[in-house]
């Protein structure tokens, strides 16, 4: 059972135009989000995250929107840039300001390519 | 600033063989992770420690064993090897245990099982 879902495996935006990625779950006891960056041949890198008393958090070009009451989550980035083409993994966690790590519970991720 | 290093990057094994991952982190946190990721699945959590000299399992802990004698080692075994257990694992280590604190990952070491 999924608690964490991409359902779009990949996206392809042209450089310069918005690229937003989507994640819902399905666990009413998630409180905390995160999104990692991935790129190949390298490890997941934190990019941004959002509380569950916020419905938006922003950090230069990205900007992460969440919608609890429809369990959705959505990073923007505007603009999109070449550099940006990675994997993208949505992660959540139980509890606020107490969720432990290792309750970490990841999606399978989001390959964007951005396109010059 | 190295980081989080994980030893080796590839690895073959064949079906029964036993390895041993390493991860080495310099940012003198106290806990570490190991992850596998496999296609079409999100990273799993295997095992992590909360501190020197402890273990817990993880979400998928079957088949391995994990030993943190060293504040900034973490090391993974796989005793016996098998294909189920051809993967990309990560490890990751945090200052903190909760939302404060997000992971820093290793760049993965790619194992795969005759």
């Known amino acids: 059972d999924q608690q964490v879902k991409q359902n779009s495996p990949s996206l392809s935006v042209q450089e310069g135009r918005i690229s937003i990625l989507n994640c819902d779950y399905t666990?009413?006891?998630?409180?905390?989000f995160l999104w990692y960056k991935k790129y190949p041949a390298e490890g997941p890198t934190f990019l941004i995250s959002i509380s569950s008393i916020k419905d938006k958090n922003e950090d230069g070009r990205f900007t992460v929107f969440l919608n609890k009451s429809a369990k959705h989550l959505s990073l923007h980035i505007v603009p999109s840039q070449p550099g940006d083409s990675a994997v993208y993994f949505c992660?959540?966690?139980?509890?606020?300001?107490?969720?432990?790590?290792?309750?970490?519970?990841f999606g399978k991720g989001t390959l964007l390519t951005v396109n010059p | 600033n190295a980081g989080v290093t994980q030893t080796p990057k590839f690895r073959v094994l064949k079906t029964g063989q036993s390895m041993t991952l390493l991860c080495a982190q310099d940012m003198n946190h106290e806990y570490m992770y190991w992850y596998r990721q496999d296609p079409g699945m999100g990273l799993r959590l295997i095992h992590y420690?909360?501190?020197?000299?402890?273990?817990a399992k993880g979400e998928v802990p079957d088949g391995y064993n994990v030993s943190r004698l060293k504040k900034q080692n973490f090391l993974l075994g796989l005793e016996s090897a098998a294909p189920s257990q051809t993967s990309v694992y990560f490890c990751?280590?945090?200052?903190?245990?909760?939302?404060?604190?997000?992971?820093?990952f290793g760049n993965g070491t790619r194992l795969t099982v005759t």
């Open positions: 420690s909360v501190g020197e000299g402890t273990t």
């Open positions: 666990n009413s006891m998630f409180d905390y």
């Open positions: 990751a280590s945090s200052y903190f245990f909760d939302t404060s604190s997000p992971l820093h």
């Open positions: 992660a959540a966690l139980p509890g606020v300001g107490g969720g432990s790590n290792y309750k970490l519970t």
